[in-house]
């Protein structure tokens, strides 16, 4: 397989990722759950634009969350947000405890990560990782 190095192309449009937008038919019951159950900050609020961004404690890229009357219920969203956390087991049974929705856990140690897939009210998937060194095998 050929590796592009962004590096050496010239003239690079695309730059970085600054946020991803989550859609919601329920607004006001999504921005309180992600604010409640997930931790997050809204950092600005348009309630009668049914938007809202939400910020990580630890900065970086946001989620814009967007009313939206026509997404239907249920709907699987087609681009995942991955989440970074420092304590993998402890933050997913916090998330669990608090009620959130985890839809699988996977302990992909051999590709370095572990993953747990989460669902919000709606069914919008978010998936929360952290990345772990391989253990040599005697």
């Known amino acids: 397989s050929t590796h592009v190095h962004f590096d050496?192309?010239?003239?690079?449009?695309?730059?970085r990722i600054?946020?991803?937008?989550?859609?919601?038919?329920?607004w006001p019951s999504m921005l309180d759950w992600y604010q409640r159950q997930l931790g997050m900050t809204a950092a600005?609020?348009?309630e009668h634009h049914r938007f809202a961004v939400l910020a990580f404690p630890g900065g970086g890229p946001v989620l814009h969350l967007v009313g939206d009357?026509?997404?239907?219920?249920?709907?699987?969203?087609?681009?995942?947000?991955?989440?970074?956390?420092?304590?993998?087991?402890a933050d997913v049974?916090?998330?669990?405890?608090?009620?959130?929705?985890v839809l699988e856990v996977v302990n992909d140690e051999d590709d370095?990560?572990?993953?747990?897939r989460l669902a919000d009210p709606e069914g919008n998937e978010l998936n929360l990782y952290t990345m772990v060194s391989a253990t040599p095998t005697p």
């Open 112 to 116: 370095g990560h572990r993953l747990a």
């Open 69 to 89: 009357d026509d997404r239907e219920a249920g709907a699987r969203n087609r681009c995942v947000p991955n989440i970074g956390v420092d304590d993998f087991d």
């Open 44 to 46: 600005y609020v348009e």
């Open 93 to 101: 049974s916090e998330l669990a405890d608090r009620g959130v929705t």
């Open 8 to 15: 050496s192309l010239e003239g690079t449009m695309l730059q």
């Open 18 to 26: 600054d946020m991803v937008a989550i859609y919601a038919r329920d």
